[in-house]
């Protein structure tokens, strides 16, 4: 019945299209598991219930990332919990109410958090509800969606859990004054759609287009299409000819698109896919036999899962800088910017080099993918539905500014 069903609020922000992506994981294997039992709601919390200028978030986020400078020193001003404390403090008491509002109208059993910026606001928003008795006592989650270097907004001690994707962001977690009981590492959450079986490669190509046998690589730039895709395919023409096929993935960049499909085709040029934005990327990777893509964890932690091997062209500025590490230690690819050596790395993966040597760089990324993550973090939240509230007191107080700023004087 109607009234045994359980309310998840999912919180996010499109700040690039990770954090969208991982709620939409989450609801769909909640579907795919308990069917209609749970109500999952995806909300962007800063833009449909903030007042103006904190509602303007998510562009402020997409101007800024692209000016790599600005985004750096915004990042690394707030990083340190001395600032973004007191800040996050001082904001909310513009946006609290309207918080509290949208708490009230969607009166969740638990609160999921998908977005760096969505801790310490709503915890407090949602401890004083608590308190005075307008919400019933429930749990708060945070998945972090980033892979390893991330803003330490992502980690306040008044969650009661936190779901992390790595190592990295576990020890992050535990440096911003989390207690192990209250994290927990499953990894990203990806779409459901990555954990099913696909047709047999040849069999899947034709499906979509593609020369059953030529060797083939994905281009991706993130949502957004971001990166030098243009001119990486112009060298890859150049050095590889008619010997590969390249897919390029635009995302939502559309003159990218329309630039790709004037560009000379037939004897001596690669044979070229150009899509723009697609919901059947685990066929695109499933086809290829190798990925090139900026260091978007979701993009990486998806090629991790289809076994392909990655070569990074970039990443955002500081959270993204650790993916590449991680990439390269863990030998499943490799970094680098410039595409005429990108098309040399491509030549020496899929043409020229030890086929030994690049078939077991897919096998290890196949071994670090999890896809099964979504599915794990899904039956904790579920869970955490019905789990007892627990509060994780003066340590929440002190990293959310009420009882910590009085504790000063
Ligand atoms: N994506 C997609 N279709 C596209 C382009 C991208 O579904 O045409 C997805 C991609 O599979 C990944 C997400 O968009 O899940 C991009 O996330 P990522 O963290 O890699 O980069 P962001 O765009 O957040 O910077």
């Known amino acids: 019945p109607e009234s045994e069903k359980r309310r998840i609020l999912i919180g996010m922000s499109n700040t690039g299209g990770g954090h969208k992506a991982s709620a939409e994981a989450i609801k769909a294997a909640f579907q795919e598991t308990y069917g209609d039992k749970y109500e999952i709601t995806i909300v ?9 200028p904190f509602n303007a978030l998510p562009d402020t ?76 006592p429930i749990n708060f989650a945070t998945v972090v969606t980033d892979f390893t270097t991330c803003h330490n907004t992502w980690f306040c001690p008044g969650a009661t859990r936190c779901f992390v994707p790595t190592e990295y962001c576990r020890d992050l977690a535990i440096s911003n004054e989390m207690d192990a009981r209250q994290i927990i590492m499953h990894g990203l959450p990806i779409r459901p759609a990555f954990s099913r079986r696909l047709p047999p490669k040849p069999r899947l190509r034709k499906q979509l287009g593609m020369d059953p046998a030529l060797p083939a690589v994905l281009l991706v730039g993130g949502g957004e299409g971001m990166g030098a895709l243009e001119e990486t395919v112009a060298q890859l023409d150049g050095r590889l000819g008619d010997k590969c096929q390249v897919v390029v993935i635009c995302g939502r960049n559309q003159k990218l698109q329309e630039r790709l499909r004037e560009r000379p085709a037939g004897p001596g040029h690669p044979l070229l896919h150009v899509r723009g934005f697609v919901d059947n990327i685990h066929e695109w990777m499933g086809a290829c036999d190798a990925i090139i893509t900026k260091a978007g964890p979701g993009t990486i932690a998806e090629a991790l899962i289809a076994g392909l091997p990655i070569l990074l062209n970039g990443n955002v500025p500081c959270q993204e800088e650790g993916n590449i590490p991680y990439v390269v230690d863990n030998r499943v690819g490799a970094f680098e910017t410039r595409p005429d050596r990108i098309a040399a790395i491509m030549d020496s993966w899929l043409l020229k080099g030890s086929r030994h040597w690049f078939e077991d760089m897919g096998k290890r990324a196949r071994a670090l993918g999890r896809p099964e993550a979504v599915y794990r973090i899904v039956d904790d ?11 994780f007191g003066p340590a929440t107080s002190a990293l959310i500014g009420d009882d910590g700023a009085k504790k000063k004087k």
């Open 61 to 136: 986020y997409s101007f800024l990332v692209r000016n790599a400078i600005l985004w750096r020193i915004t990042y690394q001003f707030t990083n340190p919990k001395l600032i973004h404390v007191p800040y996050l403090s001082a904001v909310s008491a513009f946006v609290s109410r309207h918080v509290s509002e949208a708490l009230d109208s969607y009166n969740p059993d638990l609160v999921v958090s998908v977005h760096p910026l969505m801790q310490h606001i709503p915890i407090k928003v949602l401890r004083d509800r608590i308190k005075s008795g307008a919400s019933k």
């Open 381 to 391: 939240l579920a869970a955490l539905t019905e789990e007892p509230y627990f509060d």
């Open 44 to 52: 962007d919390l800063w833009k449909e219930h903030t007042p103006t």
